[in-house]
């Protein structure tokens, strides 16, 4: 934005249309033909219906042998049955909330692109701590691009995975991985668990074993390592703080509250350490 209109003399207006669309294309498009390809490979999933019976009966029948608790009992197949009109609401209001927060960012960002300028000079003259700006710059870098970062690294390591235990489409779960990355406690494993599942009811239990082992081993581990070597090169921030702060963004944001939610909580950490060090600690 500064070059194209202090560099190029271009009008404001302009360049911040040009960029929304840039941010439209690199970003919006691409993330709406991931989702409907795969909506279509769902749809071309092809389940052999007697084999996935007798593999349901037979995980039941296991299940009754050991713990007495009949799974296909008519009150709980009744049970599972109403709650998928539940999960149906929550999704399309996720994808609904998602909408309209996608609208707002688009909005907010071209006002921030005209008058950038102008509220980040009013934004530096009402900080009350100048040493403050090194700092919120280095958690904005971490969260902002630590955390896509270490989703891209994860999908490639999980699409590794894939491609070496034959999962179908491996590229498609492979992208799906660098979200589920960011989404925490579960994590990868909202992908790589109903994928070892699926291959396990279609009766490929060598494949469906060790995708496991090697999420087990390798992208679980793998995703600590990396998670703690970013968030350490490019600010030294606690892995609660990305918890918690991905927890509270999703539930205030929607999903762009994952960057946003532990930005937030970060940020509101640091000034209060640096009002803590500044006025109550030379007060005592």
């Excluded at 709406?32 to 219906?49: C, E, H, R, T």
């Excluded at 070597?229 to 205030?252: C, Y």
Aim: hydrophobic share 55%.
């Amino acid at each position: 934005m500064l070059y194209l209109t202090e560099k190029k003399h271009l009008r404001r207006s302009f360049v911040a249309v040009i960029l929304l669309l840039e941010t439209i294309l690199c970003f919006l498009i691409p993330l709406s033909l991931a989702v409907w390809l795969f909506i279509n490979k769902l749809q071309n999933f092809n389940l052999d219906p007697t084999q996935l019976v007798k593999s349901a009966e037979h995980i039941a029948n296991l299940i009754e042998q050991r713990t007495g608790y009949d799974v296909l009992d008519t009150s709980n197949i009744m049970s599972a049955v109403s709650i998928l009109p539940k999960i149906g609401q929550v999704l399309m209001g996720g994808i609904s909330g998602f909408a309209i927060n996608v609208a707002v960012l688009v909005l907010i960002l071209y006002f921030m692109l005209i008058g950038g300028a102008k509220m980040e000079k009013y934004v530096y003259s009402i900080l009350p701590f100048s040493d403050v700006l090194n700092e919120i710059n280095m958690i904005v870098t971490s969260n902002a691009i630590g955390i896509p970062l270490l989703a891209i690294i994860q999908g490639l390591i999980a699409l590794l995975g894939y491609w070496i235990f034959d999962v179908p489409s491996p590229f498609l779960f492979g992208f799906l991985t660098c979200f589920a990355t960011i989404i925490p406690v579960v994590g990868t494993a909202l992908v790589w668990l109903p994928l070892a599942l699926y291959m396990t009811l279609t009766g490929d239990w060598v494949n469906a074993a060790g995708l496991t082992a090697y999420a087990l081993i390798i992208i679980t581990n793998v995703d600590n390592l990396i998670r703690f070597i970013l968030q350490k090169k490019m600010a030294d921030t606690h892995p609660l703080i990305t918890i918690f702060g991905v927890i509270i963004g999703l539930s205030l944001f929607g999903f762009m509250g994952i960057i946003f939610g532990p930005l937030l909580i970060s940020i509101f950490i640091l000034c209060f350490n640096i009002f803590k060090e500044k006025y109550l600690d030379n007060a005592r």
